[in-house]
């Protein structure tokens, strides 16, 4: 039995689209004399759908494109995920579904039984989970069917549910496993499959097909890796991460042990950077924007989200604007320059002064006697988001942000100023990352010029400023702020963990009190098991921590 | 026996000031003679406390003020929710629980069963659901004590859970229920509690006691409306809405018919007007914030903003700025003034004419041929954000966002600049409900200037600018909203409910393409059914409708 796998960048609610997709694999799985071809979880309407899921319309939409599909099945089996009606009146009206289709009639239809209700997942809000269990018998063998999570529940001495779909499975004796998914990117996401899935081969005894979306959705980054695992728990093949492929594999191959165990681990920089310029590119192709905008100010982060923009959109498609104020260091702008030489982008510079004076001239009657401080930095910022949106206005370019996960996390930033941007390109990056990243962009040339990534960073907003003014260095920050926002530690076991009690506490507190600023900001491409935005809810009135 | 309600304010993650209420409370409630008090739904913490559920430290605090009600129990029974921790290593880690405690020890822990996880609500993200069904024995009486939505899925023929509770409960022929609650405000709300109240007193002949939380949490409003049913189903006495408050009633009146059915309903305008000074006033508090700020165009939106702030805050804490462009009509400052003479409220004049100017120069040799548009109209009201955060930066305002539901859900507003603000006031109310809550607030005497109500609405960033430029009327536009946003109709729905084809994609499209605007916005007071915010989650990056 052959299968093959079909790994498609699908477009949320583009049913159209999705269904030229699926059905151009179909064909091309045919060809190659795939006797079933097996597409990634709710793929004919993307994931995540959200509250479009709630439109009966959007329901009737993947139901016809089921239909359409069903119409090309002739000669070969296709499965593929899409919402299924719950016919029972009690619970929620939806499943979320495997379709089984073969020979132009719909074989079985396999609901899920674990819907993730964390971090990003939502599907509880949607879908009835499933209750009972059957295999699929076609082509002489009997198919352990599952979506996404419902293979996720063991080999964890605290699961996340009661139940485990497979050992019900198992007492029907299948042949195989095949597993329809749409698993988010993080930069440790491919070694946590793998490893359930070696438990999974493991436990069963049975050989795995393991299929993924790629491609981004908004700030959710699907990476592919795809795979094939043997009976043995070995990886028998991964297919390509961060790009749309099919491969077909034979099921007798995979119940033969074999020495191959291909997974190679690319390192979590190299990762992060190939998922960001993935997720540029599909921000603004999935949107119909071609063009990009940023704000560079000499330092590092605008230097990386530039250089990931470009990688992204081509080089003349990211027009950077230098905007020197009274506080800008000469070198802000010769570096940014340089910078712009190698990457051989578009720019603009224009100064900021005559804008931010007139501000200050009308306020001053208002401000009076008050020092200067913060709110004349604030305007500062605010004064260049002016003028990035006005551009970005008139030539339909987006405004990238870019601000890092360390100064989001800590509200170092002005909202509706350098806060500003349709996507957060980095925001998911903590500052001692975003170095890492900058060292990886130059790996085989100088493109980010050295004197950026060696000087302290800097606002630039008032003479002589540092962030380490108004900050700890960033290698005290970054570890105390993953370990309160990746491992969710409260300020007792951070302190336990060797750091100063003071330190946290101020920390934490920044933190807290900065949510509503997050609030509204833009979405954040996803790269950690943590990031900000749709995975991380808070409260915005409270008082914990803060 | 006698039952006493305590219907209160709480602050999410304030351990200390929710335990300072709960045990004021429970001596006021001794003195008064009650036999038990009763508090709401994860009263210690606060509800919703978010993703603060996922730290170990949150939760060891929660218990840590089980245990002070605990010593204070004596001569008292105390209902009071909390998180309380799931032993079973198998599912979520924590329940949704109501504690039982009594002379100094806890009694039971009855656990959630059903977990609303919808619009607003995320409950399966955080709770297992409780399983197996008790009532609890106290003073001679069996109670069947329950949380929230465990008395919600009955009377539907849809029902959203496959298990009713009370169902189980009722088997043990339990005297009474007790209700702990945190149900949300809309304007609709206390009806459907009633009904449903009603639905369980006629289907198990027996009264109820029915506790709610008070006061807002960032956007979402509690409004009290606590009450006690009959055995009959007849409303024995509701509580105030829109305050804390504590009554005490006896089981014996309420196993008696009584002709009383005490409900009435204020109206939709009168509630939504409560509702949003609450909402104000406790974002505002809870802060620890007292001054706002916000800019007064001459509309009837910034108008009726003003109006609930004032009341809210008090009419010298809210500060007005006229920004006059060269594009104002002689009736937005002199409707402005008017206004500000009824209010007695401050308020700032400053043009902002210079400003806009020096941007236009600025980036004349950028924009050149172009037309003038839509990005000089968004530049003049980015100018006013960035005066209005100026002033609020310098002198701790919290700037308040004066846009109307239509308007946001169109898109007609300029990101970073109308659409600032840290508080969307009037985001969950209609264009045509504005102007019914304007009246509303001049029924006693004019307050808002009958101009101001009866002039064209107009966003005046370009000379003669009407709305309905850009946009249909509000009386046509509103209704296709609401079948939309509130009624999750499709097109094809729409359309059959008599509005034309084109303008129904027409404006369901904007709604759509507008997606990256409100992900940036501010909270939005909730006060209907479906908000914008956190219980509409739409994806940005998408293709349907649109």
Redesign the interface.
């Known amino acids: 039995m052959k299968i093959a796998i079909a790994q498609l960048n699908y477009?949320?609610?583009?049913f159209d689209?999705n269904f030229d997709k699926i059905s151009t694999s179909i064909l091309k799985a045919k060809e190659l004399g795939a006797d079933i071809v097996v597409f990634g979880e709710l793929a004919v309407c993307?994931y995540?759908?959200?509250?479009?899921l709630?439109?009966?319309?959007?329901i009737?939409r993947c139901i016809d494109v089921i239909e359409k599909i069903k119409a090309m099945s002739e000669g070969i089996a296709v499965v593929v995920g899409a919402p299924s009606i719950n016919p029972?009146?009690?619970?929620?009206?939806l499943f979320n579904s495997a379709y089984f289709i073969a020979d132009g009639r719909i074989i079985d239809v396999i609901h899920k039984t674990l819907?993730p209700?964390?971090d990003i997942f939502?599907e509880?809000?949607y879908f009835?989970p499933n209750r009972s269990w059957r295999t699929v018998n076609y082509g002489g063998k009997k198919i352990a069917l599952s979506v996404c999570e419902d293979i996720w529940n063991i080999g964890n001495?605290?699961?996340?549910?009661?139940t485990c779909p497979m050992d019900h499975l198992i007492m029907e004796n299948p042949d195989l496993m095949i597993n329809i998914s749409a698993s988010p990117f993080d930069y440790d996401h491919q070694k946590d499959r793998i490893e359930i899935l070696k438990e999974n081969c493991n436990r069963y005894n049975l050989p795995i097909v393991y299929v993924n979306h790629v491609g981004?959705?908004?700030e959710i980054i699907f990476d592919g890796s795809s795979f094939a695992m043997t009976s043995f728990g070995d990886v028998y093949d991964q297919m390509s991460s961060f790009k749309e492929e099919m491969k077909i594999y034979d099921l007798q191959d995979l119940q033969q042990k074999t020495a191959v165990d291909n997974f190679e681990d690319p390192g979590k920089i190299s990762l992060i950077k190939d998922a960001l310029v993935l997720g540029v590119k599909?921000?603004f192709g999935?949107?119909g924007f071609k063009k990009a905008i940023l704000g560079l100010s000499g330092g590092i982060d605008s230097a990386v989200t530039l250089c990931i923009a470009a990688e992204a959109l081509g080089k003349k498609n990211v027009t950077s604007v230098l905007m020197p104020s009274p506080y800008s260091s000469d070198h802000s702008i010769s570096d940014s320059e340089k910078l712009l030489q190698n990457t051989g982008s578009p720019s603009?510079k224009?100064?900021i002064n005559?804008?931010y004076e007139?501000?200050l001239?009308?306020?001053n009657p208002?401000?009076q006697d008050?020092a200067l401080g913060?709110?004349e930095e604030?305007?500062q910022a605010?004064?260049r988001?002016?003028?990035l949106?006005?551009?970005s206005?008139?030539f339909g370019y987006i405004l990238l942000n870019t601000s890092n996960k360390s100064e989001a996390a800590v509200g170092y930033g002005t909202?509706?100023g350098d806060m500003?941007g349709?996507l957060s390109v980095i925001g998911d990056v903590y500052k001692t990352e975003v170095f890492k990243l900058a060292r990886h962009l130059n790996a085989q040339s100088e493109i980010i010029p050295e004197n950026i990534i060696i000087k302290p960073p800097s606002a630039e907003l008032k003479p002589d400023q540092k962030d380490t003014d108004s900050l700890p260095p960033y290698e005290e920050l970054d570890p105390i702020l993953f370990s309160y926002i990746e491992g969710?530690?409260?300020?007792?076991?951070i302190i336990a963990l060797g750091y100063p009690e003071e330190l946290v506490s101020r920390i934490l507190k920044m933190v807290n009190i900065n949510e509503?600023k997050r609030?509204?900001?833009?979405?954040v491409l996803r790269v950690s098991p943590k990031a900000f935005g749709?995975g991380?809810?808070?409260?915005?009135?409270?008082?914990?921590?803060?």
């Open positions: 477009h949320i609610g583009n689209a993307g995540p759908p959200r509250d479009f709630e439109f009966k319309d959007f009737t029972d009146p009690e619970g929620k009206d819907l209700t964390y939502d509880y809000r009835e001495e605290n699961p996340l549910y009661t981004a959705q908004t599909d921000y999935k949107l603009h224009i100064s005559s804008m007139v501000f001239n009308e306020l208002y401000f008050k913060v709110t604030n305007i605010r004064v988001s002016v003028i949106m006005a551009l206005n008139k909202l509706y500003s349709g969710r530690l409260g300020p007792k076991e509503y609030h509204q900001t833009a979405p749709m991380r809810r808070m409260p915005i009135v409270g008082k914990y921590l803060s």
